[in-house]
């Protein structure tokens, strides 16, 4: 995924055509989508589903450590990030497609390094399939030490990956490394829009979840009184201060402040 580290559009073979292939996040994070695995019935692909919903489902992946100690395979705001870029790309995936995910995210430690998750996800046999195969690289430092892309690996089918995952609800652990979620009814591809309409991806990309989807997809909100609107303001001053102090840099800082203004 050497695309991640050029200034500008990603290369053209990738972005060529009426659907780009390539969804750059951040400076280290990005999905692509590319031909499924040799040998992989096929997916049932396009998929809309809203930005709520993922989100939902992939908040629900945790990390098992020594004993019985786990921590969410993605943050908050990495997920704030992500989820409105991955409905979209879902969203305009074919049958052959698989959905790559690389994302890094600041984790627990405003200070720290910048580690690295990275994925497969596709949808088959009426199931949502996220394969995960990194978990805390860091890819991050690897770059800057040698100045050359890191080698990644995505998750396959074919073979484990040491991670070990936990996931509650009506998810199944196929494996220590693969979770599969069940989708109601078949995924459905991309409606019919009728002149002045916004198209299914766009919708899925702003968080609009399909018409048919029940409303438990979405998650539940804080309320919007006085106290919300106050952490708010004192999250954005919190990110100023850093930005200003230079530990976080300003596309960190655009990144963060977008997410927080998304939540109002």
């Known amino acids: 995924m050497d695309f991640l ?17 390539v969804w750059k996040v951040g400076e280290f994070s990005a999905l ?18 809203g930005a709520e919903r993922w989100r939902a489902l992939l908040a629900q992946v945790e990390l098992r450590g020594d004993g019985d100690r786990r921590t969410a395979l993605f943050s908050a705001d990495e997920l704030a990030d992500l989820t409105p870029v991955l409905a979209r790309a879902m969203a305009v995936a074919g049958p052959g497609d698989d959905l790559l995910l690389l994302s890094s ?7 720290s390094a910048p580690l690295s998750v990275t994925a497969r996800l596709f949808v088959q046999d009426r199931q949502l ?53 069940p989708l109601d009814g078949e995924p459905a591809p991309p409606a019919r829009v009728q002149p002045g309409a ?47 102090a230079g530990l976080l840099s300003e596309e ?4 963060k402040r977008r ?4 939540s109002l």
């Open 129 to 181: 399939n996220l394969i995960v195969h990194d978990t805390r690289r860091d890819a991050y430092s690897e770059f800057r030490a040698v100045q050359r892309v890191p080698a990644f690996e995505f998750g396959s089918r074919r073979a484990a990956s040491p991670a070990r995952l936990h996931v509650d609800g009506a998810a199944q652990l196929r494996r220590g490394d693969w979770v599969a979620w």
């Open 32 to 49: 692509r989508l590319v031909d499924a695995e040799p040998g992989s019935a096929g997916a049932r692909h396009p998929v809309v589903l």
């Open 259 to 262: 997410a927080i203004l998304d």
């Open 5 to 21: 580290y050029t200034r500008g559009a990603p290369p053209r073979a990738d972005n060529a055509g009426a659907q780009p292939r």
């Open 105 to 111: 995210a600041r984790r627990g430690n405003l200070l």
């Open 198 to 244: 916004p198209a299914p991806a766009a919708a899925a990309a702003a968080g609009t979840p399909p018409a048919a989807a029940p409303a438990a997809n979405a998650l539940p909100t804080k309320p919007r009184d006085a106290a919300f609107y106050a952490e708010q303001e004192e999250r954005l001053r919190g990110l100023q201060r850093l930005r200003d």
């Open 252 to 255: 960190e800082f655009q990144r």
